[in-house]
Structures are given as C-alpha cells and as structure tokens.
C-alpha cells in the first residue's frame, strides 16, 4: 500500500499547499494524474474486501495491480471501467448520495433534539401538563369470543387520582 499512497498523498499535499500559499501549483495534467489516481484507489479499496476470498494468491495478485497501476495502468482501468460505469448511473449514483445526506441531515438534527433534551434542566422543561393533573391509567382491551361485542375491564382507579377527586371536590 506504501507504493499507492506514499508518493500520491506527499505530491497531492504539495499541490494543495502551492495552491494555498500563492506559490506554482501543479500542472492540471498532474493534477488530473493525481485525481483519476485516487478514483481508482477509492474503487480499488472498494472491491478489495469482496475480491480477497476469490482470487486465489491475492497478495501476490493485488502487488501485481499496484505496480501496474502505478506504472499508468491507473488511467485505463479509469478509462475503460470506472468512467464508463460512473457515466451510466450518474442519475442513480446521485439519487443515492442525495438519499445519504438526508439522512444523515434527519439524523443529526434528531441527535441535537435528543441531546438537547437530555442535558436539560427537567425543572425547566414545560411540558404543557399542570403537575396537579393525574393522567387515566390506560385501559386495556381484552379480547372477546368471536361475535361478541369486546369487553373492557373497568379502568381501574389509583389511590392518587383517588385523592385528586377528593381535593377537587371539597
């Protein structure tokens, strides 16, 4: 992996940094090296995992590739699989990426929701019930041979909301 990355990352940070400082950057056809080059990492470190149980001397294989790629073999395998591929689902690809960031926009604001409401003051928090007001039990729902109408039990009454009752009627 040193061969992809060593000398890709050390020229990419150098363009970057020329770029930032005023001084002579990168031609664009370096630039453009440096970039079909980290596509095809990217695409290479994607189809790794699912390739390693299948090739038989993976190893031997994937030192192979990168020697080939790095030798130019990079800008045909962009040419010829990547480009054409990212070409014909570039709606899909973008519907997707679109779906992702939705997502993780849904879930950052509910992480803020939640967070916020766990670090605050529960004595602050209005919730819009008066603390004096006792909420019914619920009533459960028992069921019933078939045909016959179904049977509620009788809510039962806690002692509290018994009190309540007493208070507000005196």
Known sequence: MALMMLEPVYQTYKGLEATETGGEGLDPAEWRRLLVHWIVYGAFRAVESLARPWVPFYNVVKIGAIVWMRAGGSEMVYQTIIRPFLAENEP????????????????????????????????????????????????????????????????????EAEEVKKRKNK
């Open 92 to 159: 899909a690809i973008d519907e997707w990426i679109d779906q992702i960031n939705r997502t993780r926009d849904t879930v950052m604001a509910a992480t803020s929701v939640l967070s916020a409401a766990v670090t605050a003051d529960p004595d602050a928090v209005d919730d819009g019930v008066p603390e004096d007001t006792v909420l019914p039990d619920p009533v459960l729902v028992t069921s019933a041979p078939v045909g016959s109408a179904p049977v509620s039990p009788a809510p039962a009454v806690s002692p």
